[in-house]
């Protein structure tokens, strides 16, 4: 059983607002008076811990008293929680949703949300909390893609009892609101507190992944009227090729695709240069040698670091 809430059931009339406002901490407020002394971390890590008593008196049982999904907790007590654990202060922490969960299956809930720390709603990691036995919690966190509402990254494959959390994480820069950034997914399971990447044990996911995408763009190029939004195909083909690349059919799957985006524009050759990374073979060295003398400053930089980072890995 899950419970699962959002920023968008959050609208307040004023009148609620300002009710609302009156039960918050009183630190809140004292935060935004330039005139008080900075609020250490010791100070700050305090004030968390006393905005979490709520989640911390709470049976995190799935049978408990009260059980989490039938007397969720509030969002400002999940907050407080996410920053208490990561050690954060909590005006830097924003909740995008949350939701409790059963990952292990073992009769206790754990506590799995998608976070922003840019103040731009920009929901790009997933924490999980987990309970002890002895009242403290541990934390794992992964960088992830937009994920808005956790409860969609939470399945069960082939069936199986135990859930997995599937991350969609970025594989190209961000070249702005013209230009698509590529993603792909990998596979989580819930192993001793901690998110253990699992991809490999699901070819059956990736590889239907891969025909969906190729179905996909087999019918937008039959499409009369072409489409208005910024061109996906690019990084379609880029999630493609990495999934044929981690299935090892073949390992330099987008080498070729890479090679001629070295003559596109600035976007493509950024694209070139996260492809060749990837792969890291002699050849894809060889590109990302020829790159760091491109004409743009951002993709010469950026096919630098990636040769320095594969050679380090030699």
């Known amino acids: 059983m899950r419970i699962v809430f959002d920023r968008s059931l959050n609208k307040l009339s004023a009148a609620m607002?300002?009710?609302?406002?009156?039960?918050?901490?009183l630190w809140v407020f004292a935060q935004t008076d330039s005139s008080q002394?900075?609020?250490?971390?010791?100070?700050?890590?305090?004030?968390?811990?006393?905005?979490?008593?709520?989640?911390?008196?709470?049976?995190?049982?799935?049978?408990?008293?009260?059980?989490?999904?039938?007397?969720p907790p509030s969002m400002q007590s999940v907050k407080a929680l996410v920053s208490e654990q990561l050690k954060n202060s909590a005006d830097a922490v924003n909740i995008c949703s949350f939701a409790f969960y059963d990952l292990a299956r073992i009769g206790v809930y754990e506590l799995i949300a998608s976070v922003d720390f840019s103040g731009r709603d920009f929901c790009n990691t997933i924490v999980v909390i987990t309970p002890d036995n002895n009242g403290k919690?541990?934390?794992?966190?992964?960088?992830?893609?937009?994920?808005?509402?956790?409860?969609?990254?939470?399945?069960?494959?082939?069936?199986?009892?135990?859930?997995?959390?599937?991350?969609r994480e970025d594989i190209s820069q961000y070249e702005g609101s013209a230009s698509c950034v590529a993603t792909w997914e990998r596979i989580y399971e819930l192993k001793n507190g901690h998110l253990e990447d699992v991809s490999a044990s699901f070819p059956d996911f990736y590889r239907a992944r891969e025909a969906t995408l190729t179905s996909d763009m087999e019918a937008r190029r039959n499409q009369i009227q072409p489409s208005s939004e910024p061109d996906e195909?690019?990084?379609?083909?880029?999630?493609a090729d990495k999934i044929l690349?981690?299935?090892?059919?073949?390992?330099?799957?987008?080498?070729?695709r890479a090679s001629l985006w070295m003559k596109g524009d600035s976007?493509?050759?950024?694209?070139?240069?996260?492809?060749?990374?990837?792969?890291?073979?002699?050849?894809?060295?060889?590109?990302?040698?020829?790159?760091?003398?491109?004409?743009?400053?951002?993709?010469?930089?950026?096919?630098?670091?990636?040769?320095?980072?594969?050679?380090q890995k030699r």
């Not at 607002?17 to 901490?25: D, E, I, Q």
């Not at 794992?140 to 009892?161: G, N, P, Y």
């Open 267 to 311: 976007a493509l050759r950024s694209k070139a240069v996260d492809v060749f990374a990837d792969i890291g073979d002699e050849a894809s060295l060889q590109k990302l040698a020829i790159m760091t003398k491109d004409s743009n400053v951002a993709v010469a930089e950026s096919a630098q670091i990636a040769l320095s980072n594969l050679k």
């Open 233 to 239: 195909e690019p990084c379609e083909l880029m999630e």
């Open 37 to 71: 002394t900075p609020v250490s971390a010791s100070q700050t890590l305090q004030t968390n811990i006393q905005g979490s008593e709520q989640l911390r008196e709470r049976s995190w049982m799935v049978d408990g008293d009260r059980p989490l999904s039938k007397f």
């Open 17 to 25: 607002v300002v009710a609302y406002a009156l039960m918050l901490p």
């Open 137 to 167: 919690f541990s934390i794992d966190e992964k960088r992830a893609w937009e994920i808005e509402d956790v409860t969609e990254v939470v399945r069960h494959l082939d069936h199986s009892l135990i859930p997995q959390i599937i991350l």
């Open 245 to 256: 690349r981690f299935l090892k059919t073949p390992p330099t799957a987008g080498f070729e």
